[in-house]
């Protein structure tokens, strides 16, 4: 059999197949070359600039924190050399990212351009801000203690004050002025989304820092809006061009009360175009005697001090926030003769006192040196061991001249502060009073309207705070327990979990210890009683709404109520000197979270209070330990 193999044509479509892949070898290895190139366009185009704008970032960002460094020192001069040299520098940095600006074109490449384009513009407008700073303040550098030269530098110190108050209505003008270039600030910062970028670059935080800088520009935009009136009013606050009274009350710490310590003494000052003048001075049982009127005493007041069946001026203070608490004081006030007519209340502590003086040194009142020197005798400042002496050792109540020792205290450590060069001491005062006033150690109440909606904005006008999230606020009240606060320590122990649904159960744990021997209170021995027996009203602020699960330690059943927009969780508990008491609380939160989001706390510390330990656990976990020195936002991520 002979089966012939069928040809094959060869002379079809192979050539044309061959033709195609070739072709298509050619495209590829076009593509492959203009992708090569475009690259190092982008690197030559790009990269190269861009390194070297990072490069002039860089000496930006140190250039700025050599403006922190030269404000932080108090040094206005070097500050301003600082502003001019940064300003130099970022203009360095606009002229290298112009080259740049065909990169907005690119995708993805522009996003970024831009925003580096939007920083740069809030860098220039926060360059403004502070130039309008420091023309506004440099005037005064000499009066505020900082380095550089002002130009109230002619006279005595209260010649000099006085010139700067009359002047003062010519920096209003500026606050405009500031607000105007933060709101283009945040206008720009904006603009600006962190969301885009990688949490680091070259080991070094970006995301976290952007998102730092809008919060940092929002709070500070804040603070300005906050601040303005009562900025606007300050001159007329400070006697220009009418005098203005005030009235100064000592509230002594060591033994705490609800807004920071008992009320044991007071002080009516004039402020005359910014010079202090003491009017009067006296005891608080002094003011209490000349109430004309009889009002009963609240609850608390005969809970837990049965003996009291009136309500007197030095317990006025029984709510935790100090506006409230004033609103109380003054009722009482406008029974009592020959009242004055206030501008406002100041309430200041024994903690302020020591800061003022740890600056001053040494002051000397009716023959006796007071100084923050720590004694033996109480293993405390001596200031304030003569001062608890003046108030409670048992002398017949024949204290003579010295009843007015808080006016005599003050008037000596105004005229050593006035006495001297500005320079010498004003610069830590001025320190010592916004550290003070943070930590609130000092309580303003003012009867204009607008300027105490600024001073509850600022956050020293010792209000229980509204807040979005989370709260707490321990307050402790010491009835009858001697000075005791002096020496007991408190640490607090926050535990938050967390379920899946977003539930929220917290159990917030309060121990309490006294180190400290017992003091001899027996009054026939005339011996100065500092340390007894703590009687204290606890009440545990939180969330409205929140449900009380358990609570241990409370020697009453522990309540829940309702006070100032919070639920209250009360109790009462006693802790011995060389002892130690424990109260702890379990509650579910009326709200559930989103765990996609960040769980905000608030934690809002008692006036008068020195800086309680403190820990948060979350989900078992300790998320940050710390001592309350001032009001604490804390924000956690899941």
């Avoid at 030095?314 to 608490?325: G, K, Q, T």
Wanted: with cysteine; aromatic share 8%; proline share 5%.
């Amino acid at each position: 059999m002979n089966d012939a193999i069928p040809a094959i044509e060869l002379n079809t479509p192979k050539p044309m197949t061959e033709k195609k892949n070739r072709k298509k070898i050619t495209l590829f290895g076009l593509g492959i070359l203009l992708i090569a190139v475009i690259s190092l366009v982008l690197v030559f185009g790009t990269l190269l600039p861009l390194k070297t704008v990072l490069s002039s970032l860089s000496e930006v960002e140190k250039s700025s924190k050599e403006i922190y460094t030269a404000a932080k020192a108090q040094n206005i001069a070097l500050t301003e050399e600082k502003l001019k040299t940064t300003r130099e520098k970022l203009k360095d940095t606009d002229i290298k990212l112009k080259l740049m600006a065909w990169v907005n074109f690119v995708p993805v490449l522009g996003s970024y351009y831009q925003d580096a384009k939007h920083m740069v513009n809030a860098g220039f407008y926060g360059l403004d801000f502070l130039d309008i700073v420091v023309e506004s303040i440099k005037p005064y550098s000499d009066l505020l203690g900082l380095k550089g030269q002002g130009s109230f530098v002619g006279g005595s110190a209260e010649e000099r004050i006085r010139k700067a108050v009359e002047t003062m209505d010519k920096v209003t003008p500026n606050l405009g002025r500031l607000a105007e270039k933060m709101n283009l600030v945040r206008s720009e910062m904006d603009k600006v989304d962190p969301s885009r970028y990688p949490e680091k670059i070259q080991g070094k935080e970006v995301k976290a820092k952007l998102f730092q800088v809008k919060d940092l520009v929002d709070q500070a935009g804040k603070a300005l809006t906050d601040a303005r009136p009562l900025l606007e009013v300050l001159p007329s606050l400070l006697g220009q061009p009418t005098d203005q009274k005030y009235m100064i009350l000592f509230q002594n710490d060591k033994e705490l009360r609800s807004t920071g310590g008992f009320i044991t003494a007071f002080a009516i000052i004039r402020m005359e175009k910014g010079k202090i003048v003491v009017e009067s001075s006296d005891d608080i049982y002094k003011l209490d005697d000349a109430k004309t009127k009889r009002v009963s005493a609240p609850t608390p007041i005969l809970k837990f001090l049965p003996l009291v069946s009136y309500w007197n001026l030095r317990d006025a203070n029984i709510s935790p926030d100090f506006y409230v608490s004033m609103q109380n004081f003054e009722e009482l006030y406008n029974s009592v003769s020959q009242k004055v007519k206030l501008t406002g209340i100041i309430a200041i502590d024994t903690q302020f006192l020591v800061k003022v003086m740890d600056v001053l040194g040494a002051i000397p009142v009716y023959q006796t040196e007071f100084s923050t020197k720590i004694i033996p005798q109480c293993n405390c400042p001596q200031v304030i061991y003569e001062l608890e002496s003046y108030a409670d050792k048992p002398v017949g109540y024949a204290k003579g001249a010295r009843k007015d020792i808080i006016g005599a205290l003050m008037n000596s450590i105004m005229h050593k502060a006035l006495s001297s060069s500005p320079k010498l001491y004003w610069g830590p005062l001025f320190q010592a009073g916004i550290n003070a006033l943070n930590e609130k150690h000092v309580l303003v109440y003012l009867k204009n309207e607008n300027a105490q909606k600024a001073v509850e904005a600022l956050n020293i006008g010792g209000r229980i705070r509204e807040f979005e999230g989370d709260f707490l606020h321990i307050n402790d009240t010491n009835f009858a327990g001697a000075k005791s606060n002096m020496y007991v320590k408190e640490e607090v122990e926050q535990k938050i979990e967390i379920a899946s649904d977003g539930s929220v159960t917290k159990t917030i744990t309060i121990d309490y210890k006294n180190p400290q021997p017992p003091s001899d209170c027996n009054l026939e021995h005339g011996q100065l009683c500092l340390n007894g027996l703590l009687r204290n009203w606890v009440r545990v602020y939180v969330p409205k709404g929140s449900s009380l699960i358990e609570a241990k330690g409370s020697e009453i059943k522990m309540t829940s109520g309702e006070d100032l927009g919070k639920t209250v969780f009360e109790g009462f508990i006693t802790v011995r000197p060389l002892g130690s008491s424990q109260l702890q609380v379990k509650y579910q939160l009326p709200n559930k979270i989103d765990t996609k989001k960040a769980y905000s706390l608030l934690i809002q510390k008692q006036p008068g209070t020195e800086g309680h330990e403190n820990s948060v656990f979350v989900n078992g976990k300790k998320v940050e330990q710390f001592k309350l020195t001032s009001d604490k936002e804390m924000k956690f991520k899941f």
